[in-house]
């Protein structure tokens, strides 16, 4: 089975961040760079993200009925 991509396979030597807005990946790439580990810049991405995109992750809650019971 071929599987068709537009993306290119990335090596990382000392670290990668991947989120779907650039300027998340570079706090996580920051958070790194400066010595913390890898929840710590998952958790910085994903701050990041909550301003970067907040309409996507209001529609994600959203989905997963993050408000039903409140």
């Not at 991509?5 to 990382?12: A, G, I, T």
């Not at 570079?26 to 913390?36: A, D, S």
């Amino acid at each position: 089975m071929r599987f068709e991509s537009r993306r290119s396979p990335v090596l990382c030597a000392h670290g990668c961040v991947a989120t779907s807005q650039p300027m998340a990946s570079e706090v996580g790439m920051r958070i790194l760079k400066n010595g913390g580990n890898a929840a710590d810049a998952c958790v910085a991405a994903a701050a990041a993200l909550n301003v970067t995109e907040p309409c996507m992750v209001r529609e994600r809650a959203l989905d997963l009925n993050f408000f039903q019971d409140m």
